[in-house]
């Protein structure tokens, strides 16, 4: 189950990368517990704790005058640092 809910992830910000100009500006989706520590640890920032009633994860994409672009990772409202700091597309 998380590797289809990354999967999508990665497509939707794929979409966004490219510029593909009829994506919606947010995209939201919801799981089970289970999944969202499945996709913390396949993210490499899962701190080893179930997550609490109503936990969230959002991916903020921002981008820099220069084009540059990244990724930043909310869970549960704190900032959490991707062990994947760089990778092609």
Known sequence: ??????HSLAVCLIAVLVCVESRPKM????CHDSTLTAILLALGCYDDEWPPYAADVAFE???DAEQKQWVK??????????LIIETEL
Do not use: I, P, T, W
Not at 27 to 30: F, I
């Open 1 to 6: 189950m998380a590797n289809s809910n990354l």
């Open 27 to 30: 995209y939201l989706y919801s």
């Open 61 to 63: 994409l921002y981008e």
């Open 73 to 82: 990772l909310r869970y549960c409202g704190k900032v959490k640092l991707l």
